[in-house]
């Protein structure tokens, strides 16, 4: 059983700092995703794992060897590429062989390890076929097959399914957590998708402009965001965030916070250091409830999505986004009532973004 361990990463290009001290910890057959926006440094930290880029700083190790000085075909990894990168002139067997006939492996062990791996993804059929004869969902098969032959100890994959139709790349998720499961090793999965992200993995590694924002399950991350950021980028809807302030006249008892929409109880384990302390309130899209106790509220924007109802509204003149039942039966300019759900806010600095409620 093997990992990965990363121990103050850094990378940089010039004047820009594109890995900036990361620290992972990742274990033997976990799959971990690396998460961001484009341009945070996950695609440059994938490299520097694969050996394609070289860190400035920091240690890299698999298994416990420190691999910051071996090429690539040292490192017992294997690695899926976005684009495939399929040899158009080879057919699905020679594509799959291929880094079998560079290690030099007999015909038999070529043919047993090419058997194996196309029973593993259901390839038996395409072995003859050239990549431009089959689907894309067919060629990531093939990248995922040669990949698999090498039997690496580590598995890196870049954002291998975002050429994909949204239906086949729900059907690829599945597909990669069975085989990841079936295989036993680890997978470390780049990608700008959120849903990949919290569907596929054990834990997310979530990245900012080169530096490491949290690494955790994929619903401690959604449950309890390290900072602003993770709580704004994890979720679809996004978060809505209204500022406030707690009392410092003394009016309001310890814990409640003031806000344009009203005073608020808060009752997590918050501790303010002071009266008076400004704050942003974070309030996911499923924690805004709709009964006669709660605020007056402007109906904006509809937007159906089948199973349920995107409901943008004009709150006390903070643009909030709610979901409901798609039964409901709302228009544009209605006036509804709402509140949030207390023990489901999320309260932040509002200077360096990081989470104050411990629950």
Same mark, same amino acid.
């Given at each position: 059983?093997?990992?990965?361990?990363?121990?103050?990463?850094?990378?940089?290009?010039?004047?820009?700092?594109?890995?900036?001290?990361?620290?992972?910890?990742?274990?033997?057959?976990e799959f971990v995703s690396i998460l961001g926006p484009s341009?945070?440094?996950?695609?440059?930290?994938?490299?520097?794992? /694969?050996?394609?880029?070289?860190?400035?700083?920091?240690?890299?190790?698999?298994?416990?060897? &420190?691999?910051?000085?071996?090429?690539?075909?040292?490192?017992?990894? /294997?690695?899926?590429?976005?684009?495939?990168?399929?040899?158009?002139?080879?057919?699905?067997?020679?594509? &799959?062989?291929?880094?079998?006939?560079?290690?030099?492996?007999?015909?038999?062990?070529?043919?047993?390890?090419?058997?194996q791996a196309a029973e593993l993804l259901q390839l038996g059929e395409l072995l003859r076929r050239k990549p431009r004869e089959l689907s894309g969902g067919q060629q990531q098969r093939v990248a995922l097959g040669r990949a698999m032959v090498r039997d690496p100890q580590v598995f890196l994959l870049d954002e291998p399914l975002s050429n994909l139709d949204a239906k086949l790349r729900a059907?690829?998720?599945?597909?990669?957590?069975?085989?990841?499961?079936?295989?036993?090793r680890t997978m470390v999965y780049v990608t700008h998708d959120q849903l990949e992200a919290m569907t596929m993995s054990d834990r997310i590694a979530v990245i900012r402009n080169g530096r490491l924002q949290q690494f955790a399950p994929p619903q401690e991350v959604y449950d309890k965001p390290a900072n602003e950021f993770v709580a704004g980028f994890i979720g679809t809807p996004p978060m809505n965030f209204i500022d406030g302030r707690l009392a410092a006249d003394g009016s309001f008892r310890h814990g409640e916070l003031r806000l344009d929409l009203g005073v608020l109880q808060l009752t997590q384990g918050f501790q303010p250091a002071a009266d008076g302390t400004p704050v942003r309130l974070g309030i996911r899209p499923e924690a805004l409830c709709f009964d006669d106790d709660g605020e007056s509220a402007r109906?904006?924007? &509809?937007?159906?999505?089948?199973?349920?109802? !995107?409901?943008?509204?004009?709150?006390?003149?903070?643009?909030?986004?709610?979901?409901?039942?798609?039964?409901?039966?709302?228009?544009?300019?209605?006036?509804?009532?709402?509140?949030?759900? !207390?023990?489901?806010?999320?309260?932040?600095?509002?200077?360096?973004?990081?989470?104050?409620?411990?629950?």
């Open positions: 059983m093997s990992g990965l361990t990363l121990r103050n990463v850094t990378k940089v290009f010039g004047s820009t700092t594109a890995v900036d001290g990361i620290d992972l910890d990742i274990g033997g057959n341009g945070c440094g996950k695609t440059t930290l994938l490299r520097m794992l /694969a050996g394609l880029e070289q860190p400035d700083s920091g240690e890299i190790s698999i298994a416990g060897k &420190i691999v910051n000085d071996l090429p690539p075909s040292q490192r017992d990894i /294997a690695m899926v590429f976005q684009t495939y990168a399929l040899y158009p002139h080879m057919t699905v067997a020679g594509n &799959i062989e291929y880094p079998l006939r560079k290690r030099g492996l007999s015909k038999a062990a070529r043919q047993e390890k090419l058997e059907h690829m998720r599945a597909e990669l957590i069975r085989l990841q499961r079936r295989i036993c109906v904006t924007v &509809i937007e159906p999505v089948g199973h349920e109802l !995107i409901v943008m509204l004009d709150y006390f003149g903070v643009e909030m986004t709610a979901r409901v039942a798609p039964n409901c039966e709302w228009s544009v300019d209605d006036e509804v009532r709402l509140r949030p759900v !207390i023990d489901q806010l999320h309260i932040f600095d509002p200077d360096d973004g990081r989470r104050l409620n411990a629950e």
